[in-house]
Structures are given as structure tokens and as C-alpha cells.
């Protein structure tokens, strides 16, 4: 069998450096090919992940394993689980998202651009199934590096300050989580994860190491009160760095979660829940709230991805099946819509060059497919039935009724709140009267961006009328991690 | 006798090609002085070749114990050899373009690194001390080595001053620590240590003016002061050469006496340097976010290296020891890099001195931006660079020995770090260039620079070999 994994990881990253060698500044298609194939090749290694995956089995999969560094007993262990083996797959397509969107888009320094992603793509495969906490550390980290030259070269005005305040903001989390695996690994004399989740750890060690962890991942997901700079982020970043934010490196801060602190440090995670269950409700109300008010149609969704990821974070900690089900599909269906919204974001800005909701109204006069289309995910960002938003919050609310009634009232409130904000803004831009001469000589899509937006809506609604597919390889999994976490450490 | 002289073949080698520079310097028309620089050059690469090929297993202790020939000892002068035949390399453009690529340079340079190798296998303080002044004279006539400028020697003039009195603290201590022990060796004065023998209050009191005049050669605080000035002073190509292979020298030294001699003052020694190292990592971090020359924002950002190697030092084992080499061996390389590209910026008239000289570097030329983005990241700290294994080696090494609070003070010190380390990518990739003159360098220089940077990831991507060596060369030579 071929090493799955490490070409989900390799082939990306060598395609883009391929990018990168044969840039030519006067003929950049040349880079948007290789790029393009390199994209599609890195999803169709993936592809076998997931039809040779065994639904039935728990355990680690596709395992790879080879001696890295003796000095300190690291080593270049990968393997996915129900787990981790979708977003691997979700990462994989968005890239090929990202570098057609970008197609014609971005006009300088393309190569740059499309290696960045393409780097990225690498790396994000890499702390998806890396099974070592070095070799995670290594890829969570080195993701950074492509990240903050896509905001800061390709953003918009105020792209210096967003891209310095996501790499330290993300820094300061990581850095304390190095220590924290420094110690397990003192602890444990191993960096494997599987050792971590067997050593058994007094209770105020796990309190420590719970903080250090969970501001590595709560600021990557991110949770009220550290959100602060995915707004920010957002906003600057050029449409690709967008959907990729959203789409997956906010699930590598809510993988850590399942990653991580719940089956390493499972008497803090029950002894914290009533801590993290109210940030999360916080962010799924407040945020959501805030999101209401936003003139901003990307900083709209950003604050409407912060909401969505406080459902996950809120489903993780309820420790019923139904929760941390509930909570990854969530994680995956909010890869594909708030991708999808980016995306039209992003059509509609390369017309107007405004994000501003008020700049626009009636565009569904000049533009109707796009009107259909955005109809389409907005109704999914706001959680309707048949598309894949519902099935992960239904889920999660579901058991969080199961804890407590008023814990999934409160949690079902986002149904309210988010189809306020998403279809007020739906209406404010696509509804009414041509508002402004610009509106009124809008052209609609293009072939690129129809087949682009089709391809996402048709995932969005085969996620949502028939997700078992997606269940039934998580499920197996879920089961193990919650009898896992069940079991006391101390 | 002549396994004596076997033990020392690379020093006498260095000396022997100084002298022969030297004197061949009085025949060579300065139109012709690039037949010195490969004279030195040659004798750098000879030296690499009897310091490998004379390496052997074991220790061997030479001239009634003065010196010492063991793998670490090999290891660091070989390492040396590299880091100063590259500031050779690097820094020719820049001396050739200010008139300062004369013969006594080659000369200067040769002694400083005879010094820094005096010093790499020594085995008694006299030694210690003869090559540390033979290393640190050399330095200060190098500084000043622009000698009708003002900066340079001005810097020279702080540096001798500064050094003078922190070598007179070293000898200081060194004689409180032979009253004693009554002996100048270091094992003998490491078996009275360990043996409790001793007046313990002379000992602890030598061992502080000790660690202050090791503390000023690593440059750490409160010792810095002179850091920042010499390394803005110096001409570039000196500042690279004080800010690399020194530091090696400087490792040897205090692993030679701290570790081995006054192993027995552990306990001593071990909070001076959590004092000094958790100064150096807040102190040279935040005050580098405040220059606006590249040169002084380096200079701090070797004060908070300096720091974190120490803390890799302090854990007092192997496991930090080698955290501590492999720390200095991944800077010093880091570094070279870094004042190479600073090197290369700059040309006949303009320094690139400038954080602002940086702006836009990527639209110039996208590769020299993506090696300086190589050494910015390593040196903060961001994997896959070798900078990242560096720190993570001595965070492992201080959390082994109980110190979790000092690596989460280290670790929120490179943050602070990054913040300027990041500004400088900022600088090349977000902004616009200012100065458009292309960049001219010949093309060996430019290859070995490319190799430099790119070595930092490739040594990132698979580091142990470099990590192992440490350890071997340090197991091998009983620490």
C-alpha cells in the first residue's frame, strides 16, 4: 500500500515549490497550472483515505513510522482515525478551491501565491495526522509561516496589522504548548501521543497542562475571549486566505481539542466543562449578537464562524456521542459553508472592490444565478434543515437538551440568531432596488466561479440530505475517545 | 614531546599560516591582496583537514596537562574554522569597497581564532586566560581596524576598556580559586571542588568574579553593555566575526570551567546563571524591538541568545550541556547567515544598516528576501527552522531539571522576539522598496550564503545528526 498520508502531506508542498522554481514574472498561467494539477493530485492521494478506510475499527490508521530524531525519542509517526481522516480530506479539496478561485484574481506575484497555499495545504495534512507531539508542533507551527505572508502580501489596508496580530496571538498558545509537551514528554519520556493519553497525571499537573493547552487551541479556534484577531484577520486576508482560515485552520485549534486535551487531561476536561460549555455558550449568543451589527459583510461571517465554532467547542464538552458527533460534523459542514461565503464574498468584491453591505441592494437584478446560489448558503450558515448546518447543530443541541433543558435552550438559540444576521445581510445586498449605478452594472458569474460555487453547493447539500457517510466513519472513533475519557488518570 | 606537539598540529598550524600572511603580506601589491585572502583561506581549509585527521577517540592531555586534545575540543575548533572562513567569505565585497582589505586583517583575524582554539583545549586557567587575551587583543584591534572613523574606534575603545576590566575580574577569581585548591589545573582544582576540599568562602567568591568575566565575554546582562555599541561600531564583517565564533570559544570556556572545574560549586553557579539568563531573555528581547539598526537589533537579539543558551546550560547534565552546544552551534551559524545578508545589501558607500534598507527586498530579488526569511524565523524560533530545535533542546533541558517557570519565562521572551525578528519579513515582503540599486556580489560568495540559509532548514527538517554530534562530542570528552 502507498504511504497515503505522506503524500497528502509531500505532494502539495513539493508542487509548491515546483511553483515556486519555475516562476516566470510576464506568464504567471504556467504557475496557475502547476499549481492547479497540483492541487487536484494532492486531493486524489487523499481520496484512497477515505474509501479504504475501515469504519468498524477504532484504531489508528495508514500508519506510517520511522525514527526522526533518537536525540529526544521523536518520531515521524502519522495516522488518522474516524477522527481526523475527513478534514484531511476537507483540507485537500478546499485547496483546489483556493488556487481556482484565485485564478485570475490575483494578478501579482502569483507564484508566490499559489505555493503559499499549496505549502500550507502540506502542512495542514501533516498536523491532521501527525501521531507525535513534535512532529505536530512542527506542522502546527510552520503553518504560520505561509499564513501570515498570504495576509500581509495579498490583503487588503490594514493587511500589516491583521497578519502581526495572528502570528503572535497564535505564538503566544503555541509557545505555552510546547512546554506543556516538553513536560508530558519528561513525564512520559516519549513524545507518542498514544503514551500521553496512558500516563496517568495527578490533578493540579492536568489543571496546568489544561491551561497551556487550551490556550493553544482556544485561540486557534477560536473561543470568546481570544477571538479577537480572527475579525482582523479575516478582513485583510485576499478571498483564498479567507476560506482557508475558515475553513480548516480553525478545525486544527477544535482537532486539538479531541486531540489532545480531552483524552490526555480527561479529569480537568470534566472538571473544567461548566468553564468551557460557558465560553462557548458566550460566543454562540454574544458573538452572534455581535455579528448582527456588522456592516462588514467578511467580518460579518467571521464573527459567524467564531458562533458555529462555539457550537463545536460546546458540543465536545457535553461527553455524549451525540455532542462530540454532533460537534465534528459541525466542524466539516462549517468547512464548506463558510468557504461557500467567502467565495460569493469574494465575487462580489471583485467587482466592487467593497465589502460594505451598504454599498450594495438588488443585486439579484443583475446577478440572479449568484443570487441563487448565495440563497443556498446563507440558508446553510443559518442551520435549515437539508443542508448540512442543520445536521451538526440539530446534533449538538439534541444533546445538550440530554445534559440539561435550559443548556440547549440557550444553545438553541443560534437558530434565531443566525438566520437574523445572515439573512438580514442576504437581504440588505441581493434584495430591493438596484441601490447605486455600480450594482446596476454588475455582470453574473462567470464559468469559473459558477462551476466553483456548484461544486461547493453540491457538497453542502449531499452533507446535509444524507450525512451518514460522514457519521459513520466518526463513529466508531467517538465511541472509543468517550470510553476513554470516561476512565479517570489520577 | 611529540605526541605533545601532535595535540596542538591545528593550533601551530594557524599560527604558522598567520606569521607566513604576515610576512608575505610585505611582499603582495595591495592590487594583489586577494592572494592573501586565499593564503588565509587555504589555511583555514588545511587546518579543518589536521583537525579532522588527527581526531581520535579518547582524551589526550599534552604539555604537563596545559592543554587538552578531546572531541569536543576538535568538534568546536572545526566548527570555528567553518564559521570564520564563511566571514571571510562574506565580508570580502565590503572590505575590498573601504580599503580595508589589507594584509593585517587576514593577519588579525588568524590570531583571533588561534585565541578562540587556544581557549577550545585548554586545560588550565593559565591556558584559558592566554588564549581568551590572545583571542579578545585581536578583536580589539579588528574593531578598530577603520582606524581614520569615528564609530569604529570609539566601539574599540569601549570594548578594550570594558574587556580589560573584565578580564581583570576573571584573573580575579582565578587566583582566589589557585589560593584555594592551590592549583591552576583544571581537573585538580574540579577533584578539590568535588572533594569539598578548600576554603568554600574563597572558592564561592572566586567562582562570582569568574562567572562575571565569563558573563561579560557571552555578553549576557548586566554584562552587555558594550554589545550593542561594538557590534554598531565595528565594520560589518567584524561584527560578524565577533558575533559567531567567539561565542563557541566562549561556550568552551564556561563549559570548561563551570562544568568541569567548579562542578563541585553547582549549586553556586546554578542561580547566578538562572539570574543572568532570565535577564538576558526579557532584557535583550524587549530592547531590540526598539532599534531601528539592523546591527543593534542583532546585537540584543545575541544578548536573549546568549540567555537561552545559558538556560539550556544551567540544567547542569549532559542533557543541557549539549542543549547549551547545540544552542551556540545553531546560533552562530544563524547569525552568520544574517550579517551575510546584511553584508551583501550593502555596498561601496551604504551600509544597509537600516531595518528600513530591508523594505521591499522581496521584489528585488525574492531569493535573498526568502533566505533572510530562513534566518528571521530560525532565529525566532519557528520550526521547521534549526532555530526552533534549538530552543526546544534547552526548554527540554531547564523543564528536566525542575525549571518549568524559567521556560515559560523563556518561551514568553521569544515571543516578544518574534515581534521584531517578524518585523523584518514584514519589511521585505509587505512594503514597498525604497532603493532599487540591484545587488551585486560574486558568485561564490552568493552560493555559499545560499547554503548557509538554506542549511538552517535542512539542518531543521533533520536535525538530529548535528543534535547527536553534540552529545557524542560531550560524552566522549566526560562531561
Known sequence: MLPYLSLAIWVPILAGLAVLVVHRDDDASRARWIAL???????????????????????????????????????????????????????????????????????????????????????????????????????????????????????????????????????????????????????????????????????????????????????????????????????????????????????????????????????????????????????????????????????????????????????????????????????????????????????????????????????????????????????ANAGLPATSGFVGEFLVILAAVKVNFWLGFAAATTLVLGAAYTLWMYKRVIFGAVANPGVGALADLSRREFWLLAVVAAAVLAMGLWPKPFVDVMHVSVTDLLAHVARSKL | MRADLYAVLPEIAILASASLILIAGLFIPQARRAISFWLAQAALLATMWIVVSTAQVGTVRAFHGMVVDDMLGDVLKLLALVAVSLMLFYGRAYLEARGLFRGEAFVLVLFALLGMMVMMGAASFLTLYLGLEILSLSLYALVALQRDAAAPAEAAMKYFVLGALASGMLLYGVSMVYGATGSFDLDRVAEATLGSQGNRTLLAFGLVFIVSGIAFKLGVVPYHMWVPDVYHGAPTPITLLVGTAPKLAAFAFTLRVLAGALKGMEFDWQGMLIVLSLLSMTLGNLIAIAQTSVKRMLAYSTIANMGFMLMGFLAADLNGYSAAMFYTVAYVFTSAASFGVVLLLSREGFEADAIDDFKGLNRRSPWWAFIMLLVMFSLAGVPPMLGFYAKFAVLEAAVNQGFVWLAVAGVLASLVGAFYYLRIVKLMYFDEPTDREPIVAPGGTRAILSANGLALLVLGILPQPLMGLCVVALAQSQF
Open chain 1, 37 to 379: 494539477a497540483g492541487a487536484l493530485a494532492g486531493f486524489l492521494v487523499t481520496l484512497p483515505l477515505y474509501f479504504h478506510f475501515d469504519v468498524a475499527s477504532g484504531a489508528l490508521q495508514f500508519v506510517e513510522r520511522g525514527e526522526w530524531i533518537p536525540r529526544f525519542d521523536v518520531w515521524y509517526h502519522l495516522g488518522v482515525d474516524g477522527i481526523s481522516v475527513l478534514f484531511i480530506l476537507l483540507n485537500s479539496f478546499t485547496t483546489v478551491l483556493v488556487v481556482w478561485a484565485g485564478w485570475e484574481v490575483i494578478e501579482s506575484r502569483v507564484s508566490q501565491y499559489m505555493a503559499a497555499f499549496l505549502i500550507m495545504s502540506g502542512l495542514i495534512n501533516g498536523a491532521f495526522s501527525a501521531m507525535d507531539g513534535v512532529l505536530f508542533y512542527v506542522f502546527f507551527e510552520a503553518m504560520l509561516i505561509p499564513m501570515y505572508l498570504i495576509i500581509g502580501i495579498w490583503g487588503g489596508p490594514r493587511r500589516v496589522y491583521a497578519a502581526l496580530k495572528f502570528f503572535l496571538y497564535t505564538l503566544l498558545g503555541s509557545l505555552l504548548m510546547l512546554v506543556a509537551f516538553v513536560y508530558l514528554y519528561n513525564v512520559t519520556e516519549s513524545f507518542a501521543l498514544q503514551d500521553w493519553y496512558r500516563v496517568p497525571l495527578s490533578l493540579p499537573v492536568q489543571y496546568a497542562l489544561f491551561v497551556a493547552f487550551f490556550l493553544a487551541f482556544a485561540v486557534k479556534v477560536p473561543m470568546w475571549p481570544v477571538h479577537t484577531w480572527l475579525p482582523d484577520a479575516h478582513v485583510e486576508a485576499p478571498t483564498g486566505g479567507s476560506v482557508v482560515l475558515a475553513a480548516i485552520t480553525l478545525k486544527i485549534g477544535a482537532y486539538g481539542f479531541v486531540r489532545f486535551i480531552l483524552p490526555i487531561l480527561p479529569d480537568a476536561s470534566r472538571e473544567l466543562s461548566a468553564f468551557v460549555i460557558t465560553l462557548s455558550l458566550i460566543a454562540v449568543i454574544y458573538i452572534g449578537f455581535v455579528a448582527l451589527v456588522q456592516s462588514d459583510m467578511k467580518k460579518l461571517i467571521a464573527y459567524s464562524s467564531i458562533s458555529h465554532m462555539g457550537f463545536v467547542t460546546l458540543g465536545f464538552f457535553l461527553f455524549s456521542p451525540l455532542g462530540v458527533e454532533g460537534a465534528l460534523v459541525q466542524m466539516i459542514s462549517h468547512g464548506f459553508v463558510s468557504a461557500a461565503m467567502f467565495l460569493c464574498v469574494g465575487v462580489l468584491y471583485d467587482r466592487m472592490h467593497s465589502r460594505q453591505i451598504a454599498d450594495y441592494g438588488g443585486v439579484v437584478n443583475t446577478m440572479p444565478r449568484f443570487a441563487a446560489f448565495m440563497m443556498l448558503f446563507a440558508m
